[in-house]
């Protein structure tokens, strides 16, 4: 069955690349994925859905970072973010966490790429359910998302 993920990157004439494995995890998701899959950690990103109030937000970050949430609150013009509860992550994005896509959201939110994606021809993200990762050129999630592009990692957890 095709995701709404699919759907959307297929509707917008995206140009990327589906890898499909078996999830057997219930976390960590993001590096089981670059296991199965066979690719650095660096190059696999997952989606965090952050809040503040009422507005929301995609955080694609690499499944080998931590998120700064005071770093991605001041990018997204914010008082401050919190990691929101899975069960409101899953009612805004239609997906359920593991699976969770920047692309074909229920309610699209606004997307924070982190700057750390520029660097590589593609990037992995999920395709909008456990198992589904879509290969696409940061470029063009960029473009497909309106997405900010920032440094949103926590750079003192990588110093312990």
Known sequence: MITPAQKFLKDNKANFTEHEYK???????????????GIEEG?????????HDKTFVTAVTPVN????????????KLKGLE???PADATRITGYVVGGVSPFGQKRQTP??????????????????????????????????????????????????
């Open 23 to 37: 999830c057997t995890v219930e976390h960590d998701f993001g590096k089981f994925s670059a296991k199965e899959l």
């Open 43 to 51: 190059r696999v990103y997952k989606s965090i859905i952050l809040v």
């Open 111 to 160: 997307v924070l790429l982190c700057d750390t994606a520029m660097q590589y021809d593609t990037i992995y993200v999920s395709g909008g359910r456990r198992g589904l990762s879509v290969e696409i050129a940061p470029e063009d999630l960029v473009s497909l998302t309106n997405a900010t592009v920032g440094d949103f990692l926590d750079h003192y957890e990588k110093q312990k």
């Open 83 to 85: 990691v929101a509860k």
């Open 65 to 76: 970072g931590m998120i700064s949430l005071k770093n991605a609150a001041r990018l997204m």
